[in-house]
């Protein structure tokens, strides 16, 4: 096991850490599959300033923050009619995840009587 760069204060220097690989972000990277999962992928990349988006990227660490939720929930709210419960955004922290909150959040009870007769 390497050790981490210190600064004399014993904080990490940051400055002397290797650079990422790219390699691995863009090995990572899983484009959206479907049409939910583009379109949060849009919200998130032009709140987030970045290029792209892929399902599995973590909000969070892409440079997401609270201030940024709630703009997400907005977002969400005017593109789906879902309002997203600032809760299911800190849990759902990707948009695989969002986007199945989103659906979850979306069902009514109706929606899920249909469901259950469905599944008789």
């Not at 990490?12 to 990422?20: M, S």
């Not at 939910?36 to 990227?57: K, P, Q, S």
């Not at 990707?94 to 109706?110: P, S």
Request: glycine share 8%; net charge negative; proline share 8%.
């Amino acid at each position: 096991v390497t050790d981490l760069p210190v600064l004399p204060s014993g904080k990490l220097d940051r400055a002397a850490l290797p650079p990422p690989r790219a390699g691995d972000r863009a090995a990572a990277f899983v484009p959206p599959r479907t049409p939910m999962e583009e379109t949060l992928a849009g919200i998130w990349a032009e709140l987030l300033g970045r290029e792209r988006v892929g399902v599995n990227d973590d909000f969070f660490a892409l440079g997401g923050h609270s201030l940024l939720v709630v703009r997400l929930i907005g977002r969400i709210d005017d593109e789906f009619g879902v309002e997203l419960p600032l809760r299911r955004c800190f849990d759902a922290t990707t948009v695989e995840e969002q986007a199945l909150a989103v659906l979850e959040e979306g069902l009514t009870d109706a929606d899920l009587l249909d469901l259950l007769e469905e599944e008789r």
